[in-house]
């Protein structure tokens, strides 16, 4: 019997061709995708009474969607979202925003290349935050912040105000997460899939960083192996895939969410 070995950049390619043939997403709105996403994060547990910001960019520039204030993640539908413009005015819908999200405009305009922030004090990155450590990456499953997640040593205070958001948005560079000490996580990505699932996951990955940190002395990857990992993880139609899984947990339970 003959076996073919094959160069692993070869199944790589293949791979990504099978996932974009095979992983048929549905064609959601952004406002749908947004809703989603907040019912996808609260139940993941990453509720926080009224703390914590979800967001995306509108269609028209300078326009972002947000959740109205006094509602929480698991209320959020694609219709009672809000539209406002690049100070916060409300343009569409009724209510306001939570101010804290003036520091998601200042990442928006730095990097015009951001699309969607979620920004949360889910309870294992909070606990990690409280302790002064940066995120470690020494799993598959946290493979996607290798080289990926910048780190904010000192709490600039609630960020409702220019200078916060001066600091988090240099602070983060050009990663596409964030832990923030004493604070949370934020993610801020081209895509509301991607910030969504890179949220769910650095939970994950605080979670299992603390495990392990009570257990024993948490081993290093090898950096290139970790590198190839999050590229896999990444791929955009497998984090896509990802967001529909999660999605689909969301709609059983209730469809009113994309209206």
């Known amino acids: 019997m003959n076996v073919i070995v094959r160069d692993k950049a070869e199944y790589h390619e293949q791979t990504t061709k099978r996932m974009e043939k095979h992983f048929v997403v549905p064609e959601w709105t952004v406002r749908q995708k947004l809703a989603l996403a907040g019912r996808m994060l609260a139940a ?55 101010p804290s999200n003036r520091f998601h405009l200042w990442i928006y305009r730095a990097k015009p290349h951001v699309n969607s922030i979620m920004h949360t004090h889910s309870p294992y990155v909070s606990a990690l935050s409280m302790i002064g450590v940066p995120l470690a990456v020494a799993h598959m499953d946290t493979s996607l912040f290798h080289e990926d997640c910048a780190w904010l040593p000192e709490w600039p205070g609630t960020p409702i105000g220019d200078e916060e958001g001066r600091i988090i948005s240099e602070a983060i560079g050009d990663k596409r997460s964030i832990l923030l000490a004493h604070h949370g996580q934020l993610t801020a990505c081209t895509t509301v899939e991607e910030a969504t699932i890179l949220a769910i996951f650095i939970e994950r990955a605080a979670r299992l960083q603390l495990m392990a940190m009570s257990a024993g002395k948490i081993q290093p990857i090898d950096p290139a192996l970790a590198q190839e990992a999050h590229d896999y993880r990444l791929k955009q139609r497998a984090i896509a895939a990802t967001f529909y899984y999660y999605a689909r947990r969301v709609l059983r339970h209730d469809t009113a969410v994309i209206g």
Do not use: C, W
């Open 44 to 98: 993941d547990g990453h509720d926080s009474g009224l703390a914590g910001q979800i967001s995306a960019r509108a269609e028209k520039p300078g326009t972002f969607y947000m959740l109205q204030f006094g509602l929480g993640l698991e209320e959020i539908t694609a219709e009672n979202l809000l539209l406002v413009d690049d100070d916060l005015n409300v343009l569409e819908g009724n209510g306001m925003p939570n």
